[in-house]
């Protein structure tokens, strides 16, 4: 009775690791180990690109750091992702199902911040289909569109706001010296009290000229700072 236990015991064990064997079998026949490793690689180096191109062609006030690594954390996260579900009709449909009640209220700055994220999301996607030529082809293309767009075509001038402290003579002074020196300007507001009065002026500068040095010589001028600003939109 004992033996017949005992050999009963080691049939059950074996056809259980034969099953856990068949297993483990099935899941890395479609998605080795190997493969893996060449998506996560890959996604690394892709995500380091998209991040390089947004720190270099970033016009804001404030650079972030965080959020260019997320922009490759996107891409190292969504390939593994989709190389799990592209093979499981089932597990993509879950997948879809639970991404969707997923709501990110995080608010964006710069609408061209969504733009990096969608960009990091569809590398991901080729990536984890293993579209590896696709994908380098897909990376080099945006990045030397958007350079393009950054310093060729679509760019403009730093804006600055010129905040000048003054007494009211010098007013005329202060306008013709702006119109010497600073092409586009814009009036953004003008105070004037009884000690004296104050003018901001928004300013693009092509170069680093020193402006606010050659406002503080005209005589009446009690002091003037330049700020960097973002305006949205070119406004």
Not at 128 to 150: C, D, K, N, R
């Amino acid at each position: 009775m004992e033996t017949n236990n005992l050999l009963s015991g080691v049939s059950s064990l074996l056809k259980s690791n034969t099953s856990l064997n068949e297993y483990f079998a099935n899941q890395f026949s479609s998605l080795t180990p190997w493969k893996i490793i060449i998506g996560i690689l890959a996604a690394v180096i892709v995500g380091l690109i998209i991040a390089f191109v947004y720190k270099r062609c970033y016009r804001g006030v404030l650079y972030s750091p965080s959020f260019a690594m997320t922009l490759m954390m996107l891409t190292l996260i969504t390939t593994p992702v989709v190389m799990c579900i592209k093979s499981d009709i089932a597990l993509s449909m879950g997948m879809v199902g639970a991404l969707s009640i997923v709501r990110f209220r995080t608010a964006v700055k710069d609408p061209m911040d969504t733009a990096y994220m969608f960009w990091a999301l569809t590398m991901g996607i080729l990536l984890g289909a293993e579209l590896y030529p696709h994908a380098l082809v897909v990376v080099l293309g945006i990045s030397v569109v958007i350079f393009l767009m950054t310093f060729v075509k679509l760019r403009n001038p730093n804006a600055y706001l010129l905040v000048i402290h003054y007494e009211d003579y010098a007013e005329q002074d202060i306008t013709q010296l702006l119109r010497r020196t600073v092409k586009q300007r814009r009036l953004r507001s003008k105070t004037v009290t009884r000690s004296g009065a104050e003018m901001t002026v928004e300013v693009r500068l092509d170069n680093k000229q020193d402006l606010v040095a050659s406002v503080l010589n005209i005589e009446g001028v009690h002091d003037a700072t330049l700020v960097a600003c973002q305006t949205e939109a070119g406004a």
